[in-house]
């Protein structure tokens, strides 16, 4: 399968470790054979029908700090147009969440789509205000759009609501979906206060760029209409969530809820079909109620009642494992075995 990387930082880099990891065993298990062809970064592009070496790519990126100084027989450096103009297959579109404007995301999976190629991407922007409209463009294309590292990073989130419990349906779900809030909720109930606990999830490298977006709410309310869209089927964005972050969750807060034996914690749901998200007092016996960058999602269903996943919901391998896992599934879907 011929790949082009757009957004070669912490997941692109990881996901390039584990193909090279993994190669032998990717082609005897599932068939993947994949090839980079082209890999873009934000100084520029490398485009290389024959196959990028991978090894070579992230030496260079390490050292140059850009992906534009590879160089090889048969590759060149190009500037524009970079997704349409190469032939492949699938384009991992890596870049950061952008939630103003979903962009260069948007603009990417749409020229990818639009060209005949399948998308995965991790990028939340372009899902989290475009959900109706982009998967409308793939069934037209007749291509394929897979997000699963969106939600829950490579805790398949998506998949266990989308095809576990498949046939039944899906009335609500609840959980928490962003690892920094628990990180710094989870330090501040042990005596930490709220500036030094996100300073340490910061230093842990999970924290979004803006902080904000993790602290206000945004990131788990992005992911709330990614869920809603996928898996209930609701044509939402995130303009739809109601938000409170935990900007104002005190200690003393925390330390009431602790005497009831509840945790704070930021919690993203439906309620009579409203997405929602706000600091809410939760159980310790709850199975959501997890700490530290843990994400849990408990979905209730009309006939098998509620189920819980939880795991880790961030990190660079961790979500480029959510990358390979839908490469397999277009593979299996499309290349039918
Ligand atoms: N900032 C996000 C989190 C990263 O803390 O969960 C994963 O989406």
């Not at 998967?135 to 897979?146: D, F, I, P, Q, T």
């Not at 706000?278 to 959501?288: C, L």
Request: aromatic residues 6%; hydrophobic residues 40%; neutral net charge.
């Amino acid at each position: 399968m011929r790949l082009i990387i757009v957004g070669f930082g912490n997941v692109g880099q990881s996901f390039a470790k584990l193909i090279l990891s993994r190669s032998a065993d990717l082609y005897s298990t599932y068939g993947v054979n994949p090839r980079i062809v082209a890999c873009i970064d934000k100084k520029g592009a490398v485009v290389c029908p024959s196959g990028i070496d991978l090894q070579k790519l992230l030496d260079i990126k390490k050292i140059k700090g850009t992906v534009v100084e590879y160089r090889s027989e048969g590759c060149k450096s190009l500037e524009d147009d970079v997704v349409e103009q190469t032939d492949s297959d699938v384009l991992l579109e890596l870049t950061p969440t952008n939630l103003q404007n979903g962009e260069p995301g948007i603009s990417n999976i749409i020229s990818a789509m639009r060209s005949g190629k399948h998308v995965i991407t991790t990028n939340k922007g372009p899902l989290a205000l475009a959900f109706p409209s982009l998967m409308e463009l793939a069934n037209y294309n007749n291509v394929m759009l897979r997000f699963s590292g969106t939600v829950g990073g490579g805790t398949p989130i998506l998949e266990f609501a989308k095809r576990c419990l498949k046939g039944d349906r899906i009335l609500s779900f609840k959980g928490i979906l962003n690892g920094t809030t628990n990180y710094v909720l989870t330090r501040m109930e042990q005596g930490l206060s709220f500036e030094s606990a996100l300073r340490d999830a910061q230093e842990k490298g999970i924290a979004e760029a803006t902080p904000e977006l993790d602290i206000d709410g945004y990131d788990a309310a992005a992911k709330v209409s990614i869920i809603a869209n996928w898996v209930m089927g609701m044509k939402k964005t995130i303009c739809d969530v109601e938000r409170i972050g935990i900007a104002e969750v005190t200690l003393e807060r925390i330390e009431e809820a602790q005497k009831r034996n509840n945790s704070i914690k930021l919690i993203g749901m439906t309620e009579n079909r409203k997405l929602i998200v706000r600091p809410m007092e939760v159980s310790k016996f709850d199975p959501i109620c997890v700490n530290g960058t843990l994400n849990a999602v408990t979905f209730s269903s009309e006939h098998s009642g509620q189920q819980t996943i939880i795991g880790r919901g961030a990190g660079g391998m961790e979500t480029a494992s959510a990358v390979l896992r839908d490469l397999i599934e277009i593979k299996n879907s499309v290349y039918e075995m």
